[in-house]
């Protein structure tokens, strides 16, 4: 690593006609020191969890960046200062000339909050406050991108993911440390400062061997399948159409399928819970939602009003939205299934960790494959259909079938394929993502990045709304109704399977479920011929060939799409709630945990499945989980470093990293409510 004063300049790739652009790979990075102080007394970070209550309500939570790291290509540049990074970055603009740069980040979000000490920022792209995918500095020709949004990974595992020359390195840097600009850092230091650049570098080189110039780099992990559907159907006009006649541009439509829309089921049998459960079975979906999009129905025409009265009226060739009002309701199962948070109104409910088992009168909003499920699985006395609409049932357009099954092919022949890794990790992460990319959220309130007054929400006019809607529709990409159904439709796959089971049913997670023995086994073969037989009508019906719905990897064996297969057994497991449960698996014999906020580490801590209760801790030093606090508001003070030297801070934003710990409990954490995407999205104020 070179320090940035020996900088003499670097060979530049200028890239464009009109718009010319450097297309150098530039990344940045910082390290910092996260300190407390608590009444003018400096404590270090990591002895957070040692303060009593009182105490770490009073602490002042302060941080410091004390070395950058600048990337130009695989050689790395540093300093200590803010002021030196300026001082850099001019050099680089008086070399490199006014070209615009792009300099990649991983986990912009962080950095940003420390860069607000010395630059202006404009044009910040962010779907979440403080949620940084670009922004660039108004001193500087720079946009500064989030490589993390775009990989989805973590920076210690994109070398294993993308197959790098290059790998983090661990241990060499103690955070526990308070260090500052004056701190004095050994080689191996520096060369752990070094090496995240070059790790980010090594990242993008490899993306640019698919995307070629950094300015075609998609923004997001779900632009790279993106981008690809795109260039597939530019000029196809039959998928343009089909699909835009599918783009509702109703204010109140729009609102109606944003209430219907729900995510995965994810709950726990409360006759179950808290107890040791011996001998458990785990079966799973083949790719869930993917074996929806390409074998179901979906709504293929702008929804219009009808005058439903009762179930008896729905007919299977059309999709509806229904507004439902319920009385006098009770669940039929162990197992409980409308959601409290999608519900217009509950009067008298009562309810299994946020499922109604019962209520006095109930509004919600729902697709037909919800309402005929919840019309069978709930006793009521009385029912109103208050508002109904109806759109043609079809198949998604077959182009996007056929490209959601070449991904699925691809995924599983490059599956365990030596010297295929790369391709099957860019594969999968493409098939992955073709759900999200139906459900990303394109029209939602602003979030607005101000200089002087941070962050902020903009709520977009109903205008602004439909504008946006008719932008949709002239598009013709994707209709935000296939994502809608694409989870009722799973859902439906998977409730139906769990009230036929449902006595043996310990827990459910969007696409599984926990079972105890004794359970039918012919209800899961039954299925999955229903499964198959499905798939074949698909294939009959649209002419694909039957074989890309069942590829088969490098051994052989088949996989088809949509199977529920058995994927683990546990010789005992436990539940505490939704995304709450611990089990020893008989390969290992070893505890696991899922808890939703735990890293898997934490496992380390349960000496026995007994201890998986109620006010269980999950300890920092199994965990090594960290709390980020942004300070908006730090105060100037004379920060010691670990070998005592001290150093007057003045800056006024930074990110403090503190020790966490996770109580157990069984608080009202509703997974349905993490998994819901379109939750953010704008409303259209109906009058």
């Known amino acids: 690593m070179i320090y940035w004063k020996e900088y003499n300049g670097h060979a530049v790739d200028i890239k464009g006609k009109r718009n010319k652009y450097d297309n150098t790979i530039y990344t940045f990075d910082i390290e910092t020191s996260s300190y407390l102080i608590l009444n003018n007394r400096q404590i270090n970070a990591s002895e957070y969890l040692n303060l009593t209550k009182k105490e770490q309500e009073d602490c002042i939570f302060n941080s410091n960046m004390y070395i950058w790291m600048f990337g130009i290509n695989d050689t790395v540049y540093y300093g200590r200062t803010w002021d030196e990074l300026k001082a850099f970055l001019l050099r680089i603009e008086n070399w490199a000339t006014d070209y615009k740069k792009f300099v990649f980040v991983h986990n912009l979000s962080y950095e940003f909050q420390f860069l607000r000490n010395v630059f202006n920022f404009k044009s910040v792209f962010s779907r979440k406050s403080r949620k940084l995918i670009r922004c660039e500095i108004e001193e500087f020709n720079i946009e500064f991108r989030c490589s993390y949004m775009m990989s989805n990974a973590k920076l210690e595992k994109l070398p294993d993911i993308y197959n790098l020359p290059v790998k983090k390195l661990v241990g060499n840097l103690d955070y526990s440390k308070t260090r500052h600009s004056k701190t004095n850092l050994t080689k191996k230091e520096l060369s752990y400062c070094e090496n995240d650049c070059l790790v980010v570098y090594e990242y993008i080189k490899k993306e640019l061997e698919t995307y070629e110039t950094i300015k075609n780099l998609p923004l997001t992990s779900t632009g790279h399948v993106r981008k690809e559907l795109k260039e597939l159907i530019e000029k196809d006009w039959n998928y343009k159409n089909k699909v835009r006649k599918s783009i509702n541009i109703d204010g109140h439509i729009y609102n109606l399928l944003i209430e219907a829309f729900a995510g995965g089921y994810t709950h726990a049998n409360w006759t179950k819970t808290d107890t040791i459960i011996k001998n458990v079975v785990s ?251 499905k798939i074949k009508n698909v294939s009959e019906e649209l002419k694909i060939d039957i074989e890309k719905f069942r590829p088969k990897d490098k051994k052989g064996i088949e996989h088809c799409l949509g199977l529920f297969d058995k994927d683990a057994e546990y010789s005992e497991f436990i539940t505490q709630g939704a995304k709450k449960y611990a089990y020893i698996d008989k390969k290992d014999n070893e505890i696991h945990i899922t808890v939703a906020g735990v890293p898997k580490s934490g496992a380390k801590g349960l000496k026995r499945l007994e201890d998986f209760k109620d006010n269980f801790v999950f300890d920092y030093k199994y965990t090594n989980k960290n709390l980020l606090i942004y300070n908006d508001e730090m105060i100037e003070f004379n920060l010691k470093d670990y070998k005592g030297k001290e150093l007057n801070i003045k800056d006024k934003y930074g990110c403090c990293l503190i020790p966490t710990t996770y109580e157990l409990g069984k608080s009202e954490e509703y997974a349905q409510l993490l998994s819901d995407e379109s939750s953010a999205r704008a409303i259209y104020k109906e009058r």
Request: proline share 1%; net charge neutral.
């Open 283 to 533: 079966f799973d979906f083949t790719s869930s939602y993917p074996y929806v999009m390409t074998a179901f129905k979906f709504p293929a025409t702008q929804f219009k009003k009808c005058n439903i009265k009762n179930k008896s009226q729905l007919l299977e060739c059309f999709a509806y939205i229904l507004v439902v009002k319920f009385k006098n309701i009770k669940c039929k199962y162990f197992n409980n299934f409308i959601s409290q948070s999608k519900c217009r109104r509950i009067l008298k409910g009562r309810y299994d960790n946020g499922r109604v088992i019962s209520a006095e009168e109930l509004e919600i909003v729902l697709t037909d494959v919800d309402f005929k499920f919840i019309s069978e699985v709930y006793n009521y006395d009385d029912i109103e259909i208050q508002e109904s609409y109806f759109s043609r049932y079809d198949y998604l357009p077959k182009q996007f079938i056929e490209f959601i099954l070449k991904k699925y092919v691809n995924k599983t022949e490059y599956k365990n394929v030596e010297g295929k890794e790369v391709e099957y990790m860019l594969e999968k992460n493409k098939f992955n993502s073709l759900y999200g990319m139906s459900v990303t959220n394109n029209i939602k309130d602003a979030v607005v990045f101000d200089n002087k007054n941070g962050w902020s929400e903009e709520k977009l006019s109903n205008e602004e709304i439909i504008s946006l809607l008719e932008k949709e529709q002239k598009q013709a990409f994707l209709s935000f109704s296939y994502g809608v159904w694409v989870t009722a439709w799973a859902r439906f796959n998977l409730l139906k399977n769990l009230v036929k089971l449902d006595d043996h049913v310990i827990y459910a997670d969007t696409d599984s479920l926990k079972l105890e023995e004794g359970f039918k086994k012919e209800i899961i073969e039954n299925y999955n011929n229903e499964v198959i037989e």
